[in-house]
């Protein structure tokens, strides 16, 4: 039948395209543990500051806004360099596109959401700790 011969044109194309959606979700998933452990150790080499802050009356927000400005400009610097990597290489990936035009700009804006979305999450968690932070007991470490 006509659809027997269409799946089977198509199979490769959708059997590419679920493969692409998994290496993607992979990769999203590899930069958050990435950025979750970047944020995670500037925290740790930061408890020292973070407890003399906490010790001379810094609320937890603004502890928790300075941990996640942290994150956000590791996040922008990628998000900057990311978008110019993929308008750079829009040649290279017109082929493999169907309905969509290289330069589009609401998949680049649906991606960008996405990965901040992804970045706040993965920093939201050292922030947190940092928050938590015993003034007493950072100031005696070392």
Do not use: K, N
């Not at 500051?49 to 009356?57: D, K, P, Q, S, V």
């Not at 290279?92 to 969509?100: A, R």
């Amino acid at each position: 039948s006509l659809e027997a011969l269409v799946d089977g044109q198509t199979q490769p194309y959708e059997v590419t395209a679920v493969l692409v959606g998994l290496f993607g979700a992979l990769a999203l998933l590899l930069a958050a543990v990435g950025l979750y452990g970047v944020v995670s150790f500037l925290v740790s080499q930061r408890t020292r500051e973070i407890g003399i802050r906490m010790a001379l009356g810094a609320d937890a927000g603004r502890v928790a806004g300075s941990v996640l400005r942290s994150g956000g400009r590791l996040v922008a610097i990628g998000m900057v360099l990311g978008l110019a990597g993929s308008i750079a290489l829009r040649g290279f990936t017109e082929g493999m596109l169907y309905g969509v035009e290289p330069g589009d700009p609401l998949p680049l804006v649906g991606a960008t959401v996405v990965l901040i979305a992804v970045a706040g999450l993965a920093s939201l968690v050292p922030a947190r700790r940092a928050t938590r932070v015993d003034p007493l007991v950072a100031m005696r470490a070392d």
